[in-house]
């Protein structure tokens, strides 16, 4: 018999005992007189070992099919000695069915042919059924898969025979995955892992199906929406062919000796779709993660199929948004490899985006939605509209977020680069109102005003130019003719000319000729609030240039130095009639516009209700200086008589006191303000006091020289009372003033300079602090007792 190609390796590798299949050798098939068995073994046991030494003859000299005729012989031999019976014979016999099976399994393997393929099988499975252990080795499985598919390989080639090529392929391939589990040499492992595979490939004519992304998943429109769900059947359990197909694929993968051939990626892509197919998503993604090589491209291409489906059909938010940022990476790695499907790859990506940032939106995580459309935003230059979107997008959530100075740079893209389109205008105006917002008045004014430019019919077009001619009043640069512009305009338009005059000149100091001529001007257009208030601040204004005293505030006073008292000074006649004249008015407008519907304007052109209260609280006050005043003016009789002085000084000391009550009902309600206004409430006591001390000291010492010592005593105490009270009143103006914490009129000045006066101390500012014993008066920045202070006599 000639020795076949290539038998001599398989014969070494396979052969337990390592004998050669030329010569027989005492490791192969034992000799006769080697086998020593007991007389009780009885003539089937001398048969099978007679039979064993023919066999162990012919595997040398005999044909194939001759030596197999002995083989079978021996086989029936040692069946009749029964199981166990004869070990020596048993162990011939297993030794010869070991060896004709590799011999001829390897024939089959090199030629194809039928008669070694007969024979080997007809030799195989007398192996199995008397020994099923020595059948089942890894080398013994690998032998007869490598038989079984050159088996199939020559009925293809010779007959076509689908049906016999089938069978012996599924023969090989239950072969191979035995060779396999029991554990091979690595390159046999690696030869029948590859064999397994093509093995399956056979039998299925081709690879399995295929994970078809547009079959399998929604694909998203732009804004990453499934609008056309893709019906799909659940996957349930894996069939018997696919079963075969991940058997074969795992097998393959698994093999050290395949990690670095040319088709291992492929293998892998082919095995994460068929998983896709069943929807096993982790083991598709860890596979397609972990492929190298040629076929990594398309294995990111896949992944970014399987990420999609994961976005579409998870359950979960959390999931979803997990799929998305997944692909978002996966599509920018495809797209940075230039793949075929970089395009389709680059619009799921941008869909994935536009959902991540609306789905953050919606979830009110606004840093997260603007960092989505400004990714977005990237790489939409050829889509000016989506683009424009995604500007507008990033805008709105980081102002949200409050990351102002990114809001601000979106909004102006938006406003500027997407100058067209018809979200423009909002950003513009958002842009404005962010920038007012932190105090940015020029860039916002400018915005404003590029709003009505650009779109004079747009909504909020009229706020925009009155938050726009506000703002130029506060920053004090009215746009040349705007005023004019407005006064000419339309009926609203004129009232807000009104209400901004009316903030530019009605104010605390205005000059009562400003007054009047908003008065005359703008007072109806202003409405009958803002009238009411220009008559209070015009007759505050008229009262003011009445008193010749220069620097006086409140009553029209004198005041001296060297503990030298106040005293009243009459008023000029034509502005204190005009004051008279605008009070008048004042005190029947404001009780009317001191309640009402707010203002339609907003801050700071609005005039509210308080506004109007406080105005009509300081014509109150006003009045009362004006009947303060006169009451402080009146005069004892000349002749001094002593009944007349006594009435005199009755009268005198009623009026003094109930200027106190009119005093303290003119602020009364000054919500908001109440330290302010006690302030002003001490400070015109004081005036009142400190006037009424100084005529009271001069006429007692007149009353004295008459002669009525006892009524010169009486004014003298009264006078002392009234010192008494102007150091209580002047102390209790600095309290509410440290109270209130601000001090735009400078009551508190005028406060420190009164009780300067009382103890006559002029050097340096004094600071009035409550002690323990009383009140006294100490050097600037001193406190208590650790300052040379001066005492005054305690309040009662």
């Known amino acids: 018999m000639t020795r076949t190609r290539g038998f001599g390796w398989a014969v070494a590798a396979l052969l337990l005992a390592g004998c050669s299949p030329r010569a027989p050798t005492t490791a192969t098939v034992r000799a006769p007189q080697d086998m020593s068995v007991a007389p009780s073994a009885g003539p089937s046991l001398a048969a099978c070992e ?57 024939q089959g393997a090199e030629s194809g042919g039928a008669q070694s393929h007969t024979l080997a099988r007809q030799a195989y499975a007398a192996l199995r059924q008397h020994f099923p252990a020595a059948a089942d ?63 399956v490939r056979r039998v299925y004519d081709g690879p399995p199906r295929r994970w078809v992304m547009s079959e399998q998943t929604c694909l998203p429109d732009p804004r990453g929406r499934c609008t056309d769900p893709v019906p799909r059947v659940a996957p349930g359990e894996l069939t018997t062919a696919d ?31 068929l998983l896709m197919l069943y929807r096993r998503w982790d083991e598709a993604e860890a596979g397609l993660r972990a492929v190298t090589g040629p076929a990594r491209e398309q294995a990111r291409v896949l992944l970014v199929g399987l990420l999609l489906a994961r976005w579409m059909e998870s359950a979960g938010a959390g999931e979803r948004s997990a799929a998305r940022v997944a692909l978002v990476t996966a599509a920018a790695e495809v797209e940075a ?161 009104a209400a901004i005059q009316f903030r530019a000149v009605i104010r605390p100091g205005v000059a009562p000729e400003a007054a009047e001529k908003y008065i005359e001007r703008f007072g109806k257009e202003g409405g009958p609030r803002r009238l009411a208030i220009a008559y209070a601040r015009a007759a505050e204004a008229y009262l003011r240039a009445s008193c010749p005293v220069h620097g006086a505030e409140g009553l029209c006073v004198e005041f001296g130095r060297d503990r030298t008292p106040a005293r009243v000074v009459p008023r000029l006649a034509k502005p204190l009639a005009k004051a008279r004249e605008h009070l008048d008015r004042a005190e029947k ?54 009944t007349r002085s006594r009435a005199w000084l009755d009268v005198r000391k009623d009026e003094v006191e109930r ?20 302030a002003l409430i001490e400070t015109r006591k004081a005036q009142v006091y400190e006037s009424d001390l100084a005529l009271l000291d001069e006429v007692a010492a007149a009353v004295e020289q008459a002669g009525d010592v006892g009524l010169a005593q009486q004014m003298r105490d009264l006078a002392a009372q009234r010192r008494e009270a102007v150091f209580t009143a002047y102390a209790r103006c600095i309290d509410h003033v440290a109270a209130w914490g601000h001090d735009p009129s400078g009551q508190s000045a005028l406060c420190r300079a009164g009780l300067g006066r009382l103890v006559g101390r002029y050097e340096e500012p004094l600071e009035y602090a409550p002690d323990i014993d009383g009140r006294v008066l100490v050097g600037a920045g001193a406190t208590g007792r650790s300052q040379t202070a001066v005492p005054v006599l305690p309040s009662r």
């Open 243 to 273: 079963r075969e197909w991940l058997a074969a694929y795992d097998a393959f993968l698994a093999e050290p000796g395949l990690q670095g051939a040319t088709d291992h990626g492929q293998v892998a892509v082919e095995r994460a779709e």
């Open 137 to 199: 080795t890894p080398q013994m499985h690998h032998a007869m898969g490598r038989l079984e598919w050159a088996r199939a390989e020559k009925l293809t080639l010779e007959i076509g025979e689908r049906t016999l090529t089938d069978d012996a392929l599924r023969e090989a391939h239950a072969h191979h995955r035995a060779a396999l589990a029991g554990g091979l040499p690595a390159d046999q492992a690696a030869r029948s892992a590859r064999a397994q595979l093509d093995a």
């Open 337 to 497: 490899a230039g793949a075929p499907q970089a395009a389709q790859v680059a619009a799921l990506r941008r869909a994935a985006l536009w959902a991540q940032a609306e789905e953050s939106e919606a979830a009110g995580d606004d840093a997260g939605c603007g960092a989505a459309f400004e990714a977005l935003y990237a790489d939409l230059g050829a889509d000016v509209d989506a683009a424009a979107e995604a500007a507008d997008g990033a805008g709105r959530c980081y102002e949200r977020a409050g990351m102002t100075q990114k809001a601000i740079d979106w909004l102006e893209r938006m406003a500027d680069v997407h100058r067209e389109d018809a979200r423009a205008p909002d950003a513009v105006l958002q842009l404005a109102r962010l920038h007012e917002r932190i105090l940015n008045d020029e860039q916002a004014r400018d915005r404003y005003l590029d709003l009505v430019a650009r779109a004079p019919r747009h909504r909020a077009a009229a706020t925009a130019r009155r938050r726009s001619l506000i703002l130029s009043l506060r920053a004090g640069t009215l746009p040349e003719g705007q005023l004019e512009a407005l006064i000419r305009g339309r009926p609203e338009e004129r009232t807000l000319a």
């Open 50 to 106: 007679e039979q064993a030494s023919t066999v162990q003859d012919g595997l040398v000299r005999l044909a194939d099919r001759y030596l197999w005729e002995e083989i079978d012989k021996l086989v029936r031999a040692y069946a009749a000695t029964g199981a166990g019976a004869g070990e020596p014979c048993a162990e011939a016999t297993r030794e010869a069915l070991t060896t004709v099976t590799l011999r001829w399994a390897e």
């Open 589 to 642: 407008l404001l009780p009317e516009v001191s309640a009402g519907e707010p203002d339609k304007l907003e801050a700071p052109l609005a005039v509210d209700v308080d506004e109007a209260r406080a105005a009509s609280r300081q014509v109150a006050l006003l009045l009362g200086d004006l009947k303060a005043e006169s009451a402080l003016t009146s005069q004892p009789p000349k002749s001094l008589d002593p």
């Open 659 to 678: 200027m106190s009550a009119v005093y303290e009902g003119a602020t009364a309600g000054a919500a908001g303000g109440r330290d302010q206004a006690a």
